[in-house]
């Protein structure tokens, strides 16, 4: 698939009114913010004929930027030298492509490299948003999208897709966006309740004393993004699978339970040491433990971490995996939240603390995390033409980096994208169906 750029520009927000809102002000990285991803992350859509033009598209991206106007700014710092994002509308990157073939004799859309030239580079980026509007022969149109992490999560990501939809439809944004990160105030006195030091954050100084060493034999082999299809029926048997210790409790979630079960069968393919210890790092979003609302727009994540040694996880059943999930998530509640704002608040400069988010390790064996996207609107992107019948992330060929998204058939169905080492495949294929 050769794709060709035909135009790239920058465009800017518009405004309703005749004075439009001052360039100087800026927003300061909320406390959440400073402890996620320093990237942009991409996704990829794809829409049937017809669909609308590159005008409407764009008048539509420029009105969700003036709600949004984040996206439309810079990262940067303010006097003190603290992170900050400048209200600047210095505007998102905006690239009009086409591809010489029709969609279908592109599909399958497959996670492999040839997605990266479906959306703009991600590093080196100055834009904290940028599209790329590519079609094909067909009169099919693929959206690849980028955003920088730091800016906002994936819920509020997702409601700004939704919003640049409806502005494309002429419909009024709704609901509007929660701007003000400055909520999250410390306690006074401070309670710091956990430890949040080697969980979130990590020492500066213990970072450049021992950085990530791969093993160099990992460093030869060869990572495939390997994409797995759960039905209906295989999430139903999996969760009561999952949930039948649990007596008269209530039962794990979808999530939950298929989770417990790749876990298990990630760790099985990789042949470790039943020695080791695996973890699992698991975001937790924080809007319904602070009662906030999911408009909301930033960073709202902390993350929860089970973990076992391997020889356990694989010997004890399904349901001991997903009790080990099911009971970190829940420790990570509406006391853990206060007092991981008490500690950023007071302890982070202090320490000289750096935030353990990274995504730019290859390799996280024998550990995984996973990005859920089953919550989130991703899927409710309608230019006017419908909603997407292709959505996934692009190709992140980071072993151990697991993403699991609605399946655009639209039944209930789950897709997971897994990257692992090819040589371990052939064990996850073989394992991946069976309910133990």
């Not at 920088?148 to 897709?161: K, P, R």
């Not at 400055?182 to 990590?202: C, K, L, Q, W, Y």
């Not at 390799?363 to 959505?391: M, R, T």
């Amino acid at each position: 698939m050769k794709v060709r750029e035909e135009s790239s520009r920058i465009i800017k927000p518009s405004y309703d009114e005749d004075s439009p809102p001052p360039t100087t002000n800026y927003i300061p990285l909320g406390v959440f913010d400073k402890v996620t991803y320093n990237t942009h992350i991409a996704v990829i859509y794809a829409y049937r004929p017809p669909t609308p033009p590159y005008t409407t598209l764009e008048l539509g991206l420029q009105k969700a930027l003036s709600v949004y106007r984040e996206w439309a700014g810079r990262l940067g710092q303010d006097d003190n030298g603290d992170p900050v994002i400048l209200l600047n509308d210095e505007g998102v990157r905006f690239v009009e492509a086409s591809v010489d073939s029709t969609l279908n004799q592109a599909m399958p859309l497959k996670p492999s490299e040839s997605l990266l030239s479906l959306h703009p580079r991600l590093k080196g980026v100055l834009e904290l948003v940028q599209v790329q509007l590519t079609r094909f022969t067909c009169g099919a149109l693929v959206v690849g999208f980028t955003a920088h992490h730091l800016v906002a999560d994936g819920h509020s990501t997702s409601n700004f897709l939704v919003a640049w939809g409806q502005a494309c439809q002429g419909l009024e944004i709704t609901p509007l966006p929660l701007h003000d990160r400055a909520i999250f105030s410390p306690r006074n006195p401070p309670h710091f309740e956990f430890d949040h030091t080697g969980v979130e954050f990590m020492n500066k100084k213990v970072d450049k004393l021992y950085p990530l060493v791969t093993n160099f034999m990992d460093q030869e082999r060869e990572i495939v993004v390997h994409k797995v299809h759960f039905t209906l029926q295989f999430l139903a048997n999996i969760k009561a699978k999952a949930s039948s210790m649990n007596g008269s409790n209530k039962p794990y979630s979808t999530f939950e339970s298929l989770l417990a079960h790749l876990w298990r069968v990630i760790t099985k393919a990789r042949a470790l040491s039943g020695l080791e210890t695996t973890q699992v790092r698991i975001s937790v979003n924080g809007r319904s433990r602070l009662n906030l609302p999911n408009e909301y727009f930033g960073n709202l994540v902390l993350w929860a971490f089970p973990r076992a040694k391997v020889k356990d996880l694989l010997r004890e059943p399904l349901p001991y995996a997903a009790k080990l999930i099911h009971d970190a998530v829940v420790k990570v509640d509406k006391n853990y939240f206060k007092s991981f704002i008490d500690f950023v608040s007071n302890k982070v400069e202090d320490e000289d603390l750096i935030a353990t988010a990274d995504m730019n390790k290859s390799v996280l064996c024998p550990n995984l995390e996973v990005d859920s996207w089953l919550n989130f609107p991703f899927c409710d992107l309608d230019f006017g033409g419908g909603c997407p019948y292709i959505f996934m992330p692009s190709y992140f060929p980071i072993e151990g980096m697991v993403f699991i998204l609605p399946s655009f058939i639209g039944d209930g169905s789950i897709d997971a994208f897994i990257p692992l080492f090819e040589d371990n495949l052939p064990n996850f294929k073989q394992n991946c169906y069976s309910i133990e």
